[in-house]
T-cell receptor
Framework: SAVISQKPSRDICQRGTSLTIQCQVD?????MFWYRQQPGQSLTLIAT?????????ESGFVIDKFPISRPNLTFSTLTVSNMSPEDSSIYLC??????????FGSGTRLTVV | GENVEQHPSTLSVQEGDSAVIKCTYS??????FPWYKQELGKRPQLIID?????GEKKDQRIAVTLNKTAKHFSLHITETQPEDSAVYFC???????????FGKGTRLHILP
């Protein structure tokens, strides 16, 4: 299975600012996804990061708020824009494929003050 | 859209006993079903998965069964140990876009 490095691991940000989270995979993967996880809850899919094209967003998530890039098969970024306290959460990237499984990055714990 | 239901939300079993977690999915096109274990403060770890062309898969103390007709799948952990205490998530993917949809999780407590 792929190994995913995610950074930053945590950050405390002022409201109204933006934070970009990066994920680097140690091998080429078919799919990459971004999730949000509130403490004690399940993982909510934000979007599918598509290589070389616009991401596919789930209901309730929009590109202006969560712009995503995926310039190649091993790297993706998620930006949380114009942050408010409601954006405080853990953000996780995932990568892989059905033939070899999906793994997760270590997560980014975001606190907006 | 795809929906994955998971039960129970909390499960306590005596060390050495078996634990069973059950999930149902809504979309008959789902064809890949991974299970993840998440310890406190850690990332989810893939522990076992099963594809729709297989009815059962086993890896040491962990097994997963799939009933495509009923659209449900289960995780079985035998001879439970203290280190099995964690939150377990089932998930399902669709053939058309490969995105993974998660159940709400089961918090498993192994009692001494």
């Amino acid at each position: 299975s792929a190994v995913i490095s995610q950074k930053p691991s945590r950050d405390i940000c002022q409201r109204g600012t933006s934070l970009t989270i990066q994920c680097q995979v140690d091998s080429q993967v078919t799919m990459m996804f971004w999730y949000r996880q509130q403490p004690g809850q399940s993982l909510t899919l934000i979007a599918t990061a598509n290589q070389g094209s616009e991401a596919t967003y789930e209901s309730g998530f929009v590109i202006d708020k969560f712009p995503i890039s995926r310039p190649n098969l091993t790297f993706s970024t998620l930006t949380v824009s114009n942050m408010s306290p409601e954006d405080s959460s853990i953000y996780l990237c995932s990568g892989g494929g059905k033939n070899y499984g999906y793994t997760f990055g270590s997560g980014t714990r975001l606190t907006v003050v | 859209g795809e929906n994955v239901e998971q039960h129970p939300s909390t499960l306590s079993v005596q060390e050495g006993d078996s634990a069973v977690i059950k999930c149902t999915y809504s979309d008959s096109a789902s064809n890949y079903f991974p299970w993840y274990k998440q310890e406190l403060g850690k990332r989810p770890q893939l522990i076992i998965d099963i594809r729709s062309n297989v009815g059962e898969k086993k890896d040491q103390r962990i097994a997963v069964t799939l009933n495509k007709t009923a659209k449900h799948f289960s995780l079985h952990i035998t001879e439970t140990q203290p280190e099995d205490s964690a939150v377990y998530f089932c998930a399902a993917t669709l053939n058309r876009d490969d995105k993974i949809i998660f159940g709400k999780g089961t918090r498993l407590h192994i009692l001494p």
